[in-house]
């Protein structure tokens, strides 16, 4: 029952009041905190349908005040998130940053950043949360709060805000993130036959045969690639010592690894190397990228999607769109696992810590264990890379 409004007394010196605003149809309550270094009276206020409200509002204020907080009445959750993405972010990967303003620019700043900080309560954010993970994948919602208890974090620092309520909700269960595939041994083979002479067909020969990942693969140099070998006890080989990710870094320490490559990778990726030395008139360092762009400069995720499906569509598949470069290497860790390859190599080839990661999300096929890698490859598509093999020495290609 909301009280009847009452004329208040009037606050003596360091005393609180509270009154009725009939302008906000509201009481306000303020304390006293005698006067800033400009001369002026400083007195935060709070505000509540009834007294007793106020008087709570009041005594958290005290309290937030006692512990050093300068809490502001309108400092909302736009205004902490903005913030965090101005001071928090500093020396993140651009994509990961772009990433995360995605998401809070179309889910955190519409449905909550307006909402006063202060005033924002668990199971206001355990209702958002619950709508959120009606529309959005498991990884999706974890950025989500990530991204609220940092932002709230820092205004913690910043003597902004007294508690972080995003510290108190419990994460819900989002939608199945979408499953990754593999290429049956047929669908790889169409692949390999597809856009032959172009570089992302040398790109898909990689990361197929050679198991690479496609953030490894776009920053790769030819210093790297060793098409007849470093001495005379090592075959043609790829080393897989950077990716796109921030300081260059590859994504484990087990993931810096040199892997072999397979007879077909070796004629594809020298062939490739050929038509840009020529295309360069001389001017060629073992620096060039791989797969460079028309500028020279490394390719962007975008570009790399849109013409491996592109590819795709050449290789005859019905729905490009519902596959990703990753999944090549879905494919790969599939092709090896069906042939017989340990796990545990298989996890060491990939540059996993351990097979676990291998087992549960990459691996689509379980057989026995049997050998292992780049001969394995050879063997798997042996009479469709002596095909392929004869064509490739049979003539030049168009770039």
């Not at 009154?19 to 149809?25: A, C, G, H, L």
């Not at 108190?168 to 939608?175: F, I, M, S, T």
Request: hydrophobic content about 35%; glycine content about 6%.
């Amino acid at each position: 029952m909301t009280e009847t409004p009452r004329r208040s007394r009037k606050a003596g010196n360091g005393d609180d009041s509270i009154y009725w605003d009939k302008s906000k149809n509201r009481y306000i309550g303020a304390t006293s905190l005698g006067f800033t270094a400009a001369g002026k009276r400083s007195r935060p206020k709070v505000s509540g349908r009834t007294k007793t409200e106020v008087r709570q509002k009041l005594r958290e204020l005290k309290k937030e005040l006692e512990a050093g907080v300068k809490p502001s009445a309108n400092y909302t959750v736009r205004q902490a998130v903005e913030a965090w993405f101005e001071q928090g972010l500093k020396g993140r990967d651009p994509n990961t940053v772009t990433t995360y303003r995605s998401l809070s620019n179309n889910h955190i700043i519409p449905d909550l950043g307006k909402a006063k900080l202060r005033s924002l309560e668990v199971e206001e954010l355990d209702d958002w949360l619950d709508r959120k993970a009606e529309v959005l994948a498991d990884r999706s919602l974890k950025i989500l709060l990530s991204i609220l208890r940092r932002s709230i974090r820092r205004a913690q620092r910043a003597k902004k805000a007294a508690r972080n309520v995003a510290e108190l909700v419990e994460l819900p269960e989002g939608r199945p993130g979408r499953p990754s595939k593999s290429l049956t041994l047929e669908q790889a083979v169409s692949v390999l036959r597809a856009d032959r002479g172009t570089w992302i067909h040398a790109y898909v020969v990689l990361a197929l045969l050679v198991g690479v990942r496609t953030e490894e693969e776009r920053p790769l140099t030819w210093r790297h690639v060793h098409l007849s070998g470093s001495d005379s006890d090592r075959r043609p080989h790829v080393d897989v010592w950077r990716s796109v990710r921030r300081h260059g870094d590859t994504k484990t320490r087990k993931s810096r690894r040199s892997l072999v490559m397979p007879r077909y990778v070796v004629s594809v990726m020298t062939d490739l190397k050929r038509r840009q030395m020529r295309r360069n008139h001389g001017e060629w360092t073992d620096d060039n990228l791989v797969f460079p762009d028309a500028a020279g400069e490394q390719r962007d995720s975008h570009d790399v999607r849109r013409c491996f499906r592109a590819l795709l569509k050449e290789a005859g598949f019905e729905r490009p769109a519902a596959w990703t470069p990753r999944e090549l290497r879905t494919s790969f860790v599939s092709l090896l696992s069906d042939y017989g390859i340990p796990i545990e190599e298989i996890a060491r080839i990939v540059g996993h810590n351990g097979s676990a990661t291998t087992e549960l999300v990459y691996r689509k096929e379980l057989r026995p264990a049997i050998t292992a890698g780049a001969e394995a490859m050879d063997e798997i598509f042996a009479d469709a890379l002596d095909d392929l093999l004869a064509d490739e020495d049979g003539g030049e290609r168009s770039s």
